[in-house]
């Protein structure tokens, strides 16, 4: 049997994705959190889990490097995420897409005013569609992270960022003001895969959808 390989990022979407792997019946074997190779081999003889950073699982599903893939829908609807089919939400890694701002800084009155709003953030795509919608012109400054750092240093007067607990925003002194959507990850798909190998993948797809229908409250 041809292995199948589900591409996950370290961090938060390989630590939550885990219990729904366990449910599945798949285990990493050897310890996978602190383990440095990017192919591991799990309980499940066919099912490799391949690692990759976070914005580049698409990448990976799209072009078939993966079979399967957890990514966060920012990440998805950031890269447009055409050529991966996204079945199952898996309800994990949840957050919102927000706009913050300091503390005191009149947002409503900027937006209003029909200037120029200097924002940064690495979702330059999302960013640009919301403000457009809004008729708000932009300035956008694109950073790879740690964007809650661009409203204290007055390189932007805003940042779009994700919040879970909003402990970061608050512990800098930021706000959010606007969101822009809920997040949470989804179980993505290689679609050619799917169809030729869908004896192999498509129980795989409604174990993992199992899975996160009953982790819910
Ligand atoms: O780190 P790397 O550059 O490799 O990639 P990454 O930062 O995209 O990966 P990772 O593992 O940090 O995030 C993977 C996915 O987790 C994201 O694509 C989201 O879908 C999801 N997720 C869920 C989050 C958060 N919650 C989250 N809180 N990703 C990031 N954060 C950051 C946020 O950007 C902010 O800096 O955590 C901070 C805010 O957290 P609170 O709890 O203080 O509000
Ligand atoms: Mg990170």
Known sequence: MAEIRIALSKGRILDETMPLLARVGIRPKGDALRSRRLILHTTRKDVRIVVVRASDTPTYVQQGGADLGVAGLDVLAEQGGDGA???VDLGIARCRMVVATRRGFDYAA?????????????????TRQHFAAKGVHVDL???????????LTGLADAIVDLVATGKTLRENGLVAVEELMPISARLIVNQAALKRRRPELQPLVEAFARAARSRRP
């Open 85 to 87: 089919y996204q079945p």
């Open 141 to 151: 400054i694109r950073l790879y992270g740690s964007m809650e750092l661009a409203p």
């Open 110 to 126: 900027a937006v209003r005013q029909g200037g120029r709003l200097r924002v940064a953030t690495k979702y330059v795509n999302l």
